[in-house]
């Protein structure tokens, strides 16, 4: 059970209930994590706002899911994990192999997400203070400054999501079942 309420459109306040609507609208349902945001709607603005902002960058739907499935594995968050997960799947078109190393925060296959996942991991082991060799290995499989930069803001969107879903522990929704996470020993919180 959550330890925060999870509010629905009809009880949510009245300025996070068109966002609420356009959720459920988009999604087939509402996602628990919404409906937890709900209960501050400045946090679920500020997410739901951060997310369409990280959606125009230059990285591709296959690398904002890894950033994001990274940060997610890497924070505990087995919401995150799982919704992140049905997306890598669905509709980023990754393949299972490639997800369930991003689940266990694994070595990749593909050498370009792999780099991806290495720096964000980076990025959240130093709090984003990289080594050079750290940002020098990012920019050589190919990816940019602003990439770098890209890779902090989903780092900053999936903190978000991912201490908000820690913190208020919703139930996992049943559309997201079958992509359930829970955190490996090789992954024991700090």
């Known amino acids: 059970m959550s330890r925060i309420p999870l509010l ?3 009880i949510a306040p009245s300025d996070a209930k068109p966002r609420l609507a356009a959720a459920e609208a988009a999604n087939g349902y509402l996602p628990n994590l919404l409906g937890l945001l709900a209960n501050a709607p400045s946090a679920l603005e500020a997410y739901l706002t951060l997310s369409g902002i990280n959606a125009k960058a230059g990285l591709t739907l296959a690398e904002r899911e890894t ?3 990274t ?3 890497t924070h505990g968050c087995g919401f995150c994990v799982a919704g992140h997960t049905a997306i890598a799947l669905k509709k980023a078109g990754l393949p299972a192999p490639e997800v369930e190393a991003l689940r266990s925060v694994a070595a990749l296959s593909d050498a370009r997400l792999d780099a991806v996942q290495s720096f964000t991991t980076a990025v959240i082991r130093s709090r984003g203070a990289v080594s050079d ?3 020098a290995a990012f920019k050589t499989a190919g990816f940019s400054d602003a990439n770098a930069l890209e890779v902090v ?3 900053g969107l999936a903190t978000i999501c991912n201490f908000a879903n820690n913190l208020g522990q919703p139930e ?3 559309q997201l079942e079958p992509y359930r996470w829970e955190r490996p020993a090789s992954l024991a919180a700090e």
């Open 67 to 69: 950033v994001q499935i």
């Open 133 to 135: 060799e750290e940002l």
């Open 8 to 10: 629905s459109i009809d």
């Open 71 to 73: 940060a997610a594995a």
């Open 172 to 174: 996992l929704n049943a």
């Open 153 to 155: 803001l989903g780092v």
